[in-house]
């Protein structure tokens, strides 16, 4: 469990290189997913938009913020992860998905 640090502007081109070593790796047919984590603002959207593919946001798994106080408006609990995690595997598996517009 040995943790790594990229400086920001070297994130992108190595972890594309990582991403690549991944594929060739991984069964035919399927894809590489990259979970990419951090605070509000941090660059996790820049980031992913930076290494390409097909990017999908947790943000598109909220749940509809009129029906709840707005203290918990950001709980995981009220997220549809279940769905969330069925569209990742799909598409690891080559499959299309139908993603939330939030």
């Known amino acids: 469990?040995?943790?790594n640090t990229l400086r920001w502007?070297?994130?992108?081109?190595t972890l594309a290189g990582l991403i690549r070593q991944?594929?060739?790796?991984?069964?035919?047919?399927?894809?590489v997913v990259v979970g990419i984590t951090g605070p509000v603002g941090s660059g996790k959207t820049t980031?992913?938009?930076r290494l390409?593919?097909?990017?999908?946001?947790?943000d598109h798994y909220l749940p509809d913020y009129a029906g709840?106080?707005?203290h918990e408006r950001d709980e995981p609990r009220h997220a549809d992860l279940a769905?969330?995690?069925?569209h990742l595997a799909a598409l690891r598996a080559g499959r299309?998905?139908?993603m939330p517009e939030w």
């Not at 991944?22 to 894809?31: E, K, M, N, V």
């Open 52 to 58: 390409g593919g097909t990017v999908v946001s947790t």
């Open 68 to 70: 709840l106080p707005e």
């Open 22 to 31: 991944a594929g060739h790796q991984s069964p035919a047919g399927w894809a």
């Open 47 to 49: 980031l992913a938009h």
């Open 83 to 86: 769905t969330l995690a069925e």
């Open 1 to 3: 469990n040995e943790q």
């Open 96 to 98: 299309g998905i139908e």
């Open 9 to 13: 502007e070297d994130a992108p081109d």
